[in-house]
C-alpha cells in the first residue's frame, strides 16, 4: 500500500514589504584587504560601519557600502562619532567609504548602491 503525504501548507505572506538587501560579504572582504585608514597606523583593518539617522535604525547595521577599513582600537575609537573621528585623524571617512564602493569587485553590492541613489 503506497501512503502519500499531504501537501505542505503555505504561510500566507504578512503583506509587510522586507527590507532591501544590506550586507554583501565579497565588499566586506574587499573592505578588510586594506589596512587601517587612519594614517600611520597600518594595522589590520575590520569593516567599521559609518552610520547616521538616515542610513540606519535601531538594530539595524548600515549597508556594506559605508564601511571603512580600520582596526579594532580605531573602530572602537570612531563609534558613533565619525565627524569627531575624521577631524582628529584628518581622514574623510566619507568619501573614502563611496571610493571603495565605487572600486568594489563586487557587482550585485554596486548595483544596489546606484539604485539608491549612490
Given at each position: ?13 504578512s ?6 538587501k ?18 600611520d597606523?597600518g ?8 552610520r547616521?539617522?538616515a ?20 573602530h ?20 573614502l ?18 539604485l539608491?541613489?549612490?
Amino acid at each position: 500500500m503506497d501512503v502519500r503525504l499531504p501537501s505542505k501548507r503555505t504561510r500566507p505572506r504578512s503583506g509587510i514589504e522586507r527590507a532591501a538587501k544590506r550586507a554583501w560579504p565579497r565588499h566586506r572582504r574587499y573592505v578588510r584587504s586594506f589596512v587601517c585608514a587612519v594614517p600611520d597606523c597600518g594595522g589590520v583593518s575590520v569593516c567599521c560601519h559609518l552610520r547616521t539617522a538616515a542610513n540606519a535604525g535601531t538594530g539595524l547595521k548600515p549597508a556594506d557600502w559605508y564601511t571603512v577599513p580600520l582596526c579594532d582600537n580605531h573602530h572602537a575609537e570612531q563609534e558613533g562619532r565619525t565627524a569627531w573621528f575624521e577631524r582628529k585623524y584628518g581622514v574623510d571617512l566619507w568619501a573614502l567609504a563611496e571610493r571603495l564602493a565605487r572600486t568594489s569587485p563586487d557587482k550585485t553590492m554596486k548595483e544596489a548602491w546606484r539604485l539608491s541613489g549612490g
